[in-house]
T-cell receptor, first 113, second 113 residues
Framework: AQSVTQLDSQVPVFEEAPVELRCNYS??????LFWYVQYPNQGLQLLLK??????LVKGINGFEAEFNKSQTSFHLRKPSVHISDTAEYYC???????????FGTGTRLKVLA | EPEVTQTPSHQVTQMGQEVILRCVPI?????FYWYRQILGQKVEFLVS????????KSEIFDDQFSVERPDGSNFTLKIRSTKLEDSAMYFC???????????FGSGTQLSVL
């Protein structure tokens, strides 16, 4: 069975600073990886996904993530954050042998003025 | 962008009562999901539904839970006899393909008293 670990429950960062949100996964088969964002009182929205091909994936709102198979990681980065990026961020994994997506415990990104 | 619609946004019920949570997935989507999020905890998979049947379910999805797609547009989650621990935000999601972006609704906050 696959699993996802998000190592940081909260990440405070100042506006315009870079940020990295960490995600590690565990799976015995090939994985598909996703990052979702959840703003207060809303559902989850897809930021980006890795299915295959280039290990550097670019998403919406200036976010990108790099798939690292040897480190079983899929960390999310943004070079310069805005106040509006304050939200909960979830890493998720699925595989071709399952119909479910497994979500991590989430990282609360708080951008400070 | 197309949306997944969930109703009601809030549902309060007494322990032991039946509740039905309703979702209207995106019209040409084929895969449907229910997830729940207990306050302060991670997003948990409940069930996936494809081709008019359950394709996968979690251990949370016991005999008290059922799903239905009664008319080709709605997708419902029924909890037959609610327990206090069923209190959570329930999210419906749909996707157009097996490994595709999940579109989430805004959720139904279920409170069991």
């Amino acid at each position: 069975a696959q699993s996802v670990t998000q190592l940081d429950s909260q990440v405070p960062v100042f506006e315009e600073a870079p940020v990295e949100l960490r995600c590690n996964y565990s799976s015995s088969v090939s994985v598909y990886l996703f990052w979702y964002v959840q703003y207060p009182n809303q559902g989850l929205q897809l930021l980006l996904k890795y299915l295959s091909g280039s290990t550097l994936v670019k998403g919406i709102n200036g976010f990108e993530a790099e798939f690292n198979k040897s480190q079983t990681s899929f960390h999310l980065r943004k070079p310069s954050v805005h106040i509006s990026d304050t939200a909960e961020y979830y890493c998720a994994v699925t595989t071709s042998g399952t119909y479910k997506y497994i979500f991590g415990t989430g990282t609360r990104l708080k951008v400070l003025a | 962008e197309p949306e997944v619609t969930q109703t009601p946004s809030h549902q309060v019920t007494q322990m032991g009562q039946e509740v039905i949570l309703r979702c209207v997935p995106i019209s040409n989507h084929l895969y449907f999901y229910w997830y729940r999020q207990i306050l302060g905890q991670k997003v948990e998979f409940l069930v996936s539904f494809y081709n008019n049947e359950i394709s996968e379910k979690s251990e949370i999805f016991d005999d008290q839970f059922s799903v239905e797609r009664p008319d080709g547009s709605n997708f419902t989650l029924k909890i037959r006899s609610t327990k206090l621990e069923d209190s959570a935000m329930y999210f419906c999601a749909s996707s157009g393909g097996r490994v595709e972006k999940l579109f989430f609704g805004s959720g139904t906050q279920l409170s069991v008293l």
